[in-house]
């Protein structure tokens, strides 16, 4: 399987990087799909059931479908031409009409109907892999560490309500502590988990107000979870998650009580300045539950007054403090919001989002976690965030690509706000994605990942990073090669223009025309650069520019294990580094 996607994507990247039309490039990988398909199951029929020929068939039949139109129409055509003639003009007319609905099949072939073969067209990537573009942060600037333990979740989960992800029986949590714990030690390059937040808090500190300082007395932390869906699909007399529906993927309680059992064990964080919270909507029962067992005085804020559910109520929102950089020309609805006062005022923020697809972004990581953060809905849109929606690629309805202008580089991203806001993604001590499960969109259950290493189970990971467009970029590719294998996904990572808004929070010189990011509406665009953006090199080796080699900028993926990802560093920068040991020896 793997082979057959790595061939297909060097076939995608090579036409483009010589500017080949979508279409043709459509053509080739259909064929191309089509060869790889017939030539194993014709000699040995029971071939159709190996991971390789059925990663092809989706391809194949995309292209198939595609190409019985086009030559059905070509034949309809010929054929009311000659009625015409002879004419017999109800039966010309008949086939004209026949051949106009071949031709609209053929020009409605896109991501959404063909699964994989026409989003590798349409979805052109716009850098090559390996080619980073902005500036990387953090004590090993674009570091990335992905920990990986099949151990983590319970394989025979049913997902059911009566068996869902979330329940604590479903989900190691020594197991989930420990990559919590390798994850950041990896990050930090400490051997101590109190050594290795101090690292990382003096790292953000500097770059925030020029001071290498720790945590300090009284500060306190915003842990930011994916439970966005709480607004509809819960039972408001509990807050659990509604019955009615399978659960939905979100932010999984164990992977966030891992973070907390740091923060309060190992760096001494009172719990109580430690603050759990879903701005826009509320916390799952099912996650409160989770973090109040081990520690009460965790903080579980809520817009509403929930107290007797255990919830501190909020003190409320802020005025008005941010303002989306289209200024109304893009999302007529959303020019500014308000942030939740615990929000604004924290001193640190964790941003633990769920690894999963959406119907409208393609993706929803850190980023798209934010359109939940924002709050006082209900004065004037209601619940939800869909007044934003415009800012996203599929912004007429779910999966929706017909409105062309988003689906191309150089668009308005609502997201670059979201990021380059002082109070949210410049914020944030620590960018988190919760990949124990997985997910396809954001009210549909967690599925089973078929990419490698995942085979056909969860994909039980944890990755974190300093920097947050190096973390969603790693994301980004893990999630495009799953949908490459897996329909399930129904292709939403591989919606053209997916990732432009890394584009440009990575570089200021891919904003769009007429649009300067400045979230705060202070005069002060942002920075040049939000963080470090590339493509891996493929889906089986996984490297960076910086896995590859140690020189120049670009990201680097730490695995934990460390067998996961290869590391190819420069033999004449070993060579320096020995010879250079062995000066100092003397």
Known sequence: MQTFIQKTEKLRNKLSAHRIPAKIIFVAIGVFSSIWFLVRVIPKPSRAGYPCVQAAAPFMSGFVIWLLSVSGSVLFFRKSLDRFKKARYLAAFGFVITGLVLVLISYTQNTRKTYAIASLANNVLPDAPNTP???????????????????????????????????????????????????????????????????????FNTRKSGKAEGYTAGQTIFIKVNNGQAGWAIDMRTLAESRTRVPISATTPSTVLAFIRQLVDSCGIPQEKIIVGEPMTHVYKHTYDVIHAAYPNVIIIDKEDHTRLGRTTSAGWTDNVIFYSDKGQVMPDGINDKLMKEMYDADYMINIAALKGHARAGITLGAKNHLGSHGDHGKR???????????????????????????????????????????????????????????????????????????????????????????????????????????????????????????????????????????????????????????????????????????????????????????????????????????EKK
Not at 436 to 442: H, M, S
């Open 381 to 583: 849109y209601g619940y939800g965030s869909f007044y934003l929606h415009a800012g996203l690629v599929a912004t007429k309805d779910n999966d929706d690509l017909s409105n062309e202008a988003p689906t191309k580089y150089g668009f308005y991203r609502v997201c670059v706000d979201m990021m380059a806001h002082k109070k949210l993604g410049l914020n944030t001590v620590l960018f988190v994605v919760d990949g124990l499960w997985g997910g396809t969109e954001a009210v549909e259950k967690a599925v089973k990942w078929n990419s490698a290493p995942f085979n056909s189970d969860w994909p039980n990971s944890i990755l974190i990073a300093q920097d947050q467009v190096a973390i969603e970029s790693v994301c980004f590719d893990f999630l495009r090669a799953e949908a490459l294998v897996n329909p399930t996904f129904k292709n939403r990572p591989l919606f053209p223009a997916v990732d432009d808004y890394l584009h440009q929070a990575a570089d200021k010189q891919n904003w769009p025309q007429g649009i300067v990011y400045d979230p705060e509406a202070d005069g002060e665009p942002v920075a040049s650069s939000l963080g470090i953006h590339e493509h891996w090199n493929n889906s089986t080796d996984k490297q960076y520019s910086k896995n590859l080699s140690q020189k120049g900028k670009g990201i680097e993926l730490v695995s934990v294990p460390s067998n996961l990802v290869k590391h190819n560093d420069n033999v004449k920068e070993k060579k320096q580094k020995v010879k250079k040991e062995k000066k």
């Open 133 to 203: 573009m902005g500036e990387s942060y953090g004590l090993f600037p674009g570091r990335v560490v992905w920990a990986y333990n099949p151990a983590a979740t319970n394989e025979n989960c049913a997902n059911t309500p009566t068996d869902a992800y979330y329940h604590p029986i479903n989900n190691n949590q020594d197991t989930i502590n420990k990559m919590a714990d390798d994850a950041i030690k990896s990050l930090s390059g400490k051997t101590s988990i109190k050594e290795g937040w101090d690292a990382i808090m003096k790292d």
